[in-house]
């Protein structure tokens, strides 16, 4: 997928599928940021909660030996080439 198209997916509604690199706990945390209405959002303090959780599971949740640095762009100079 393309940065443009993830930018379109995600202006449509839509949520990226999870990541090869990253945990299920990971992705549920990600999701909940990205519900549709964002009074639903969860606040910074769960966000910290939550990640500091994951921090003390002593498990990786970002596995980098799976993580394919060609998948991922600059969004901001992508949004910029929108224009």
């Known amino acids: 997928m393309t940065a443009l198209r993830a930018v379109d997916e995600v202006q449509r509604g839509l949520i990226l599928q ?4 990253c945990t299920d ?3 549920f945390i990600m999701e909940n940021c990205w519900h549709f209405v964002p009074d639903e959002r969860p606040p910074f303090s ?8 994951l921090i003390m599971d002593a498990k990786d949740h970002i596995m980098l ?5 060609h998948q991922y ?11």
């Open 46 to 53: 769960e966000l910290s909660a939550a990640l500091s959780k």
């Open 65 to 69: 030996n799976h993580y394919d640095e």
């Open 25 to 27: 706990d990971l992705y």
């Open 73 to 83: 762009a600059n969004l901001e100079r992508s949004a910029e080439e929108l224009c």
């Open 18 to 21: 999870k990541p090869p690199h």
